[in-house]
């Protein structure tokens, strides 16, 4: 694993996407692709909607696989590992998906414990019981664990999706738009959940959002992907501080700017498109 000085501290490299191009039906989306997750920190990936956000979140996973580039999780690279390989290391990821993808059929509880029955078949009832409680307890829903997801709220909904995320006590956890859809006093309440599950698990995260709110709260780093690459990573003061046209249009929300205005767009090679974040 690549180990990279911060702030003088050694850090090593959980995640690193190197150069990594996908595209579907000959439409790229990403192009050249570089980011490196560094162990313990959250890192917040930003950037508009359709810019591959959540396909890259989904090569970490190896849901898809990069047509050139590598992809490397916890020092392994994932194009080197066989299927009984990668599921293995993905018992190790959390991941919280955009839809939240709860099946309406079980109660809370019951999809929570979805991923100990699967792969923790050596468990009694009331180990995955005490487990499930364990982690519903976490994101403060525990009072809501024999409802259906349909009774109850879109923003508790995001946090039973969690408690299922990190039920096998994964080191890395990947978050796609965990407060879309939420009013901003039930968005603030997951930033504070994101930051809680960080300092209670230790865990590695990867947050995708376009809520630079949430964002600035909750980040060590931001990643700005723009154009299949990632354009600028830096602490948040950097990135609200950015002096590069496109992220300072896409951070302050600004109609005018080079991502909009066609015209005058600049060519990423006139930008300084700075990569690889605090190397
Ligand atoms: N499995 C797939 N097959 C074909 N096209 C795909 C697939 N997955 C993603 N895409 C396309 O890749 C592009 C990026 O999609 P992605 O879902 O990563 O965007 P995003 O940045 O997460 O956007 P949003 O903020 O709206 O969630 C889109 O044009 C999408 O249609
Ligand atoms: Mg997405």
Known sequence: ??????SGMEKRAVIELRNV??????????????LTVLEGETLVI???SGTGKSVTLKHIVGLLTPDHG??????????TLGLKELLSLRLRIGYLFQGGALLNWLTIAENVALPLREHRPELSEPEIRDIVDSKLRIVDMLHARDKLPEEVSGGMKKRAGLARAIVL????????????GLDPVMANAINELVVHTKEVTGATQVVVTHDMQSAYCIADRIAMLYEGRIIEVGSPEQIKESTNPIVRQFVRGETKGPITDGESKPALSEINVREGGSR
Do not use: Q, W
Request: hydrophobic share 45%; net charge negative.
């Open 1 to 6: 694993m690549d180990v990279l000085i911060v």
């Open 21 to 34: 191009y996908k595209a579907f039906d000959g439409v790229p989306v990403l192009e050249g692709l570089n």
């Open 46 to 48: 930003i950037g508009r």
């Open 70 to 79: 590598k992809v490397l999780v916890l020092g392994r690279d994932l194009s």
């Open 169 to 180: 006590d994964p080191s890395i956890i990947l978050y796609d738009e965990p407060t879309s």
